[in-house]
């Protein structure tokens, strides 16, 4: 209608753009009033959230609105047999990856190249002969739990030590408190008695 499109040519710009679900364990699109994408395009006159208001303006639905812009699928990491080059058409099927025998492909060997590791766990006789532990402390101190999709940290568990400390320090303060008490208390009987001469 005139007053829809009137309320798009107003001199708002409307951004669309990602952004985490309230679980966090999904990133959808959605509609924005700031090009940095932190401001949901609500239309608050009418009560409507930011994605029906982008189907009551364009008569759609916003792309990726519901589903999720990233899939929760696994994709396998094997190489495809090698095909012959008078089937292949380019001759150049993963590039070339599939030449080596470890039967993995290529954007698998580089993810994990890339990939904080913690193989503390390996057996020191199988292939790794000097395990990589370069990521253990990050990993015990995320332990990331999933159900139904919702990542939830671990909450960390209370330092001995710092607990020690953090008594002492109390009773101390406490201690240091009522003996300025006493102090001011026993200065201020010795101003009486002074006034009272």
Do not use: W
């Amino acid at each position: 209608t005139a007053s829809q499109r009137r309320h798009l040519e107003d001199d708002v710009g409307y951004f669309i753009g990602p952004y985490c679900s309230e679980q966090g364990s999904e990133v959808n699109f959605g509609v924005f009033s700031d090009e940095f994408c932190t401001i949901f395009a609500d239309d608050d006159y009418n009560g409507l959230s930011h994605k029906e208001f982008y189907y009551k303006v364009t008569g759609e639905a916003l792309p990726y609105g519901e589903d999720s812009l990233v899939g929760m699928e696994c994709l396998s990491c094997k190489e495809r047999e090698e095909v012959p080059d008078n089937q292949n058409q380019d001759g150049n099927d993963n590039n070339n990856d599939a030449q080596d025998e470890d039967e993995v492909i290529e954007l698998c060997e580089q993810l994990y190249a890339q990939a904080g590791k913690c193989e503390s766990g390996m057996n020191p006789n199988s292939y790794y002969f000097s395990p990589n532990e370069n990521g253990c402390n990050y990993m015990e101190g995320i332990q990331i739990m999933r159900s139904d999709g919702t990542v939830v940290v671990k909450s960390g568990s209370a330092s001995k030590t710092a607990s020690a400390f953090i008594g002492i320090f109390a009773v101390a303060f406490c201690l240091l408190g009522a003996y300025v008490y006493y102090l001011k208390t026993k200065l201020d009987r010795a101003k009486v008695d002074l006034s009272s001469q």
